[in-house]
């Protein structure tokens, strides 16, 4: 972990956040790079789960929410982890991250009993911090979703099953944020809540669990690495009467990348009680209404950012035989990313930088490029240094443009991942690389 660590902060994916000061626990910086895999990730879940099926609606609903939808969720009461403290070295940890009632910074079993500490972020809404003014920022995008149900239903009037889905950060107040990005304070998650009857929940978490295995593959992740854990009793949140935790072999061990929960109408009937308001749907062929119950996948966007990069680093000897502008070292670091979910799908290189018609002619590709797919421009150091460069930022295909472009028109296309080198009219380039995307 730390040599990904290492490598994300030297070729602009993550930062350490307000690293200018100091740094500030359980927050990261996304850096150029970093910025757009995380959002190519992000517009590959939206097509996945939402823009291709017909009963999937998105919404935005803000950070700050009434404290009543916290206090009616159960948040105020139950959002809670174990805290202890260590009576030696003054740390705070959770306490089920404790290994054998010893303190993991200074060693000694000094430790408090476990009370429960709330992980909600409070702040005030206004110009007086007074209790009548307290707000929360939200811990989960669900109960913007359930105070939203009515809005959907009145709108674009969907008939069950439907699903409501959301992108957006959250904020938990950890006790001891760590392990890069896997636990932090600020993060992004992206859920929906799938509405259906009572009856027919169980069909539709079997779907979704097979549908999510499916969301991994477009990650790029191998199955074999991928683990379903079903929490038993005590171990699932107050409002689920089923989870089921996909994990994930991250290089510091198998952790959660994503979740998914059968909600039933807890939220609904809290909201619905809360609010005195009727939020029931109505079902226009039976003429009568009923509270659907919520299955709700989770995916944390960070967390697939991480599986992502952790998947695609590779470090591989390369075969001499492949030329001569292979050879300049015996080993290359390859980010074999997922092409549809690479930074940049291309980079385009000028032969020789000092040409001053070759370098026009690529500043014109270039530019003709940009408005088609993800574009990068480099003409530093010799073309064997820019493939090492690209290679280490999951570029997928480089195009060189050279003196044979002059003459005929065409360019060399390099693939990242076998090194071949193809000549192709570059008037064919977006079709060439959008042909290769869709195989």
């Not at 683990?227 to 038993?232: K, M, T």
């Amino acid at each position: 972990m730390e040599h990904i660590i290492r490598f994300a902060k030297r070729r602009g994916f993550i930062f350490p956040g307000s690293s200018l000061y100091g740094g500030l626990a359980g927050t990261w910086d996304y850096g150029p790079l970093g910025f757009r895999l995380k959002e190519n990730i992000r517009r590959a879940w939206l097509s996945f789960f939402v823009d291709t099926r017909e009963h999937m609606h998105a919404i935005d609903a803000p950070i700050l929410l009434h404290p009543r939808v916290w206090e009616m969720s159960g948040h105020i009461k139950e959002f809670t982890d174990p805290l202890v403290d260590c009576k030696s070295c003054k740390g705070r940890f959770r306490a089920d991250h404790i290994q054998g009632n010893t303190c993991p910074t200074c060693g000694k079993k000094e430790l408090t009993d476990a009370r429960p500490f709330n992980m909600l972020f409070k702040t005030w809404a206004g110009p007086l911090e007074e209790e009548s003014s307290q707000v929360y920022l939200r811990p989960e995008h669900a109960q913007g979703i359930f105070i939203n149900f009515k809005n959907v239903m009145d709108t674009v009037h969907p008939k069950l099953p439907f699903g409501i889905a959301q992108i957006g950060k959250v904020f938990r107040n950890e006790i001891s944020p760590g392990e890069f990005l896997f636990r932090s304070r600020e993060f992004e998650l992206m859920e929906f809540e799938y509405f259906v009857r009572k009856e027919d929940w169980k069909n539709a978490f079997e779907y979704w669990l097979e549908e999510m295995l499916k969301w991994t593959d477009v990650l790029g992740l191998p199955r074999k690495k991928i683990h379903a854990n079903d929490l038993p009793d005590g171990e699932r949140a107050h409002y689920s009467s089923r989870t089921v935790d996909f994990e994930y072999e991250y290089p510091s061990g198998t952790k959660e990348l994503m979740a998914i929960a059968y909600r039933g109408d807890y939220d609904m009937k809290r909201h619905m009680e809360g609010s005195s308001v009727d939020i029931r749907y109505f079902d226009e062929e039976k003429k009568e209404h009923e509270l659907p119950h919520a299955v709700e996948p989770t995916f944390g966007l960070d967390r697939a950012f991480l599986a992502v990069l952790a998947q695609s680093y590779a470090e591989e000897q390369i075969n001499s035989a492949r030329g001569k502008q292979e050879k300049e070292k015996d080993t290359r670091i390859v980010l074999k990313i997922p092409k549809k979910l690479a930074p940049f799908q291309a980079a385009v290189f000028p032969l020789v930088a000092n040409k001053k018609d070759i370098t026009e002619k690529a500043r014109a590709i270039y530019e003709r490029l940009q408005g088609e797919i993800a574009v990068a421009w480099d003409d530093i150091g010799n073309i064997g240094k820019r493939y090492r460069r690209q290679d280490e930022i999951g570029t997928p295909w480089c195009i060189t443009i050279d003196y044979d472009t002059l003459e005929n028109g065409t360019v060399t296309i390099r693939d990242r991942d076998t090194m071949e080198q193809e000549r192709v009219s570059a008037d064919d380039i977006v079709l060439y690389i959008r042909g290769k995307l869709n195989t």
